[in-house]
């Protein structure tokens, strides 16, 4: 098991849906991201929170809404999302973000398919 | 862009071999490595971190890191078929974020 801890593992949903996937670590790291991964393909990164500020946002349609109520705690709000993000969610956090040459630690990810 | 190379695989040997993943990067600003693993619908897990010119050893692997060449790589010996998965190479730059290469997919043949 990981330390970051992400919810749900899987996760199906219509295209008209909203749901969010969740994300908590209490390692007392200051950064989190969301990476999306295509099957064959590397992680591909979405956002980065870095002290609780969205501090990159990777061009990533409006249908995904980040959150990051604490820094503990990351959301990804989805809605209106197609077929092709259809993927696994990985959540990682790291101890500072930007100017932080430590390592990432990911999440088991959330695996989700739209219908 | 900035790039990260890995030859995509697969990559097979024989089990208590040694395997060798290879990884080229195109910032030389760069400034430190790490080498992920992941099994076939898991999430990626770091085995190493390395950030200055040399080897780096942890049980059964060893990143290898040359910033003139612009090069690390991870030899794991006495490869085992549990190790077998996608090797992912990261590189990171100050004030950037991580860059992922494709990774390279393993198959140790018992």
């Known amino acids: 098991d990981t330390e970051v801890t992400q919810t749900p593992k899987h996760l199906v949903m219509g295209m008209t849906n909203k749901k969010s996937l969740k994300c908590e670590q209490h390692m007392g790291h200051r950064a989190m991201y969301w990476y999306k991964q295509k099957a064959k393909k590397p992680p591909e990164l979405m956002f980065v929170y870095s002290y609780e500020k969205l501090s990159i946002n990777e061009s990533v349609p409006s249908r995904f809404s980040p959150e990051c109520p604490n820094s503990s705690l990351l959301n990804l709000h989805l809605h209106a999302l197609q077929p092709e993000d259809s993927a696994l969610y990985l959540c990682?956090?790291?101890?500072?973000?930007?100017?932080?040459?430590?390592?990432?630690?990911f999440g088991d990810g959330t695996r989700l398919s739209i219908l | 862009q900035k790039e990260v190379e890995q030859n995509s695989g697969p990559l097979s040997v024989p089990e208590g071999a040694i395997a060798s993943l290879n990884c080229t990067y195109s910032?030389?600003?760069?400034?430190?490595f790490f080498w992920y693993r992941q099994y076939s619908g898991k999430s990626p897990e770091l085995i190493m971190s390395?950030?200055?010119?040399g080897d780096k050893e942890d049980g059964r692997f060893t990143a290898q890191l040359n910033k003139a060449s612009q090069y690390v790589s991870l030899l794991i010996r006495d490869s085992q078929p549990s190790d077998s998965a996608t090797y992912l190479c990261?590189?990171?730059?100050?004030?950037?974020?991580?860059?992922f290469g494709p990774g390279t997919r393993l198959s140790v043949l018992p």
């Open positions: 990261a590189v990171y730059n100050y004030g950037q974020n991580f860059v």
């Open positions: 990682a956090s790291s101890l500072r973000g930007q100017g932080d040459n430590q390592p990432q630690h």
């Open positions: 910032d030389r600003g760069s400034q430190s």
């Open positions: 390395i950030y200055s010119n």
